[in-house]
């Protein structure tokens, strides 16, 4: 038998209709689902921003003040996807009334802010899923699954890269996104709080780590009017750029291994280049969302000269058989949007936690603040 869950949505950027259309999409693919979503309300400050997504997209209704949600008992799960600095808010508010999250990563602006929602959850005894996406590309879970079972012997070292272009044009706007109090710690957050989940998810905890960080474009004009995504602005009053736009980390794994994560949102030429290497004592792993169904393989006993494979995921790897039926079909990001909505789902109906959860957000979130102190003390930092 399948139950209604109703379900809001916080925030209607890009994200926000990610996570609606991957509310319409997710039972076409995983048709066992105990939980059918049922779109009950649409939030967003943006004037007409939230009744277009209404009118689009199916919600029973729509408002620009999220607190009226709040106390809608027709809302039992909210997707947050309301920029950095009010994630901690509505999220306490949200799991207070009882309310299960579907939250962006990285759950506010600082590891405090991640623990206090996740606490808050815990408390009122609601489930919590975290957007570490690129954890559910099923080439990723083929990897986890090869590292796990010793398959290229001991991982020894690993290499994580996110560098984007988004933010690489000088026009572009002076959004949230730059300004320490609303956007955190810039590419940080953005960016490098994925590399922190496919490292913990890939490798292992993380036991100590060093970081540099640079502003490149160091100022950007403000909008004069309302921004969605990352839009350009010509003419306004300039601005300074509170945040990071990039970050090269030493890692140190609690296993030994040692790793390498580099993030930028201001690489010219680069278009979510995003994926990692691993080393180990008898092989290696690759993988690059860009060609997100393909991993690169090297196992065996040769050591030198050792040759690499390309193995096309399909059945079997992760959740790829929920969208097709043979290997080398491909997948897009948002399919990875849908599996986790599947996990959010699923652990509201099972009450017990599938997926990226609260914990990974504080754990993300603990590694960044670390990288942050590094940086500013030009030290290594301990994250025992």
């Given at each position: 038998m399948?139950d209604?869950?109703?379900v ?21 693919h ?6 059918r979503?049922r779109l ?13 997504a ?7 209704s ?21 920029p950095n600095?009010?994630?901690r808010?509505?999220?306490l ?5 009882g ?5 962006e ?17 815990a ?12 954890r559910n590309?099923p ?6 699954e ?6 290229i012997?001991?991982?020894i070292?690993?290499r994580?890269?996110?560098f ?9 706007a002076?959004t ?11 590419v940080?957050g953005d ?17 100590s780590?060093a ?7 160091p100022?950007?004009a ?23 736009d ?6 140190r794994f609690?296993?030994g ?11 010219v ?13 008898e092989?290696?792993l690759?993988w690059?969302f860009?060609?997100?169904g ?11 000269d ?6 096309y ?6 959740e790829y ?7 080398a ?10 599996i986790?909505a ?6 509201i ?5 599938h ?18 102190r590094?940086?500013e ?8």
């Open positions: 399948v209604t869950l109703g809001a949505v916080v925030g209607f950027g890009w994200m926000g209709r990610v996570h609606t259309q991957a509310y319409a999409r997710v039972l076409h995983f048709p066992r689902l105990t939980l979503p009950i309300t649409v939030a967003d400050e943006v004037p007409g921003r939230a009744e277009e209404a009118e689009r997209y199916g919600f029973e729509a408002t620009r003040n999220w607190r009226e949600i709040v106390a809608d008992p027709r809302v039992r799960a909210v997707s947050i996807t309301a600095y009010l994630h808010e509505i999220g508010a949200m799991a207070e009334a309310k299960h999250l579907w939250v990563k990285p759950v506010g602006l600082t590891a405090d802010d991640a623990r206090a929602v996740a606490g808050a959850a408390e009122a005894g609601v489930h919590g899923t975290v957007g570490f996406n690129y590309a080439a990723v879970a083929a990897a986890r090869m590292v796990t079972a010793g398959e012997g001991r991982v070292h690993v994580i890269r996110l984007s272009d988004y933010a690489a044009h000088p026009e572009g002076l949230w996104r730059y300004e320490r109090e609303r956007g955190g710690s810039g940080l960016l490098a709080s994925h590399g922190v989940d496919l490292a913990r998810h890939l490798i292992g905890e993380i036991d780590l970081a540099d960080t640079a502003v490149f474009v100022e950007r403000r909008p004069t009017g309302a921004t969605s995504g990352h839009a350009r602005a010509t003419g306004g009053e300039l601005g300074r750029v509170e945040n990071d990039y970050v090269n980390c030493l890692l609690a296993s291994a040692r790793g390498v994560l580099e993030a930028c949102r201001v690489s030429g680069e278009q979510n280049n995003y994926g990692f290497e691993i080393h180990g004592t092989g290696a690759f690059d860009r060609r997100m393909e991993l690169g393989v090297s196992r065996g006993t040769a050591y030198q050792q040759p690499v494979s390309t193995v995921v399909g059945p079997g790897h992760g058989e929920a969208f097709q039926p043979g290997a079909n491909a997948m897009g990001y948002d399919d990875l949007k849908v986790e599947h996990h959010f789902l699923r652990s109906a099972e009450n017990q936690p997926g990226a959860t609260l914990a990974d957000a504080v754990a993300a979130a603990t590694a960044l603040d670390a990288m942050t590094s940086a003390q030009r030290a290594w930092v301990s994250l025992a």
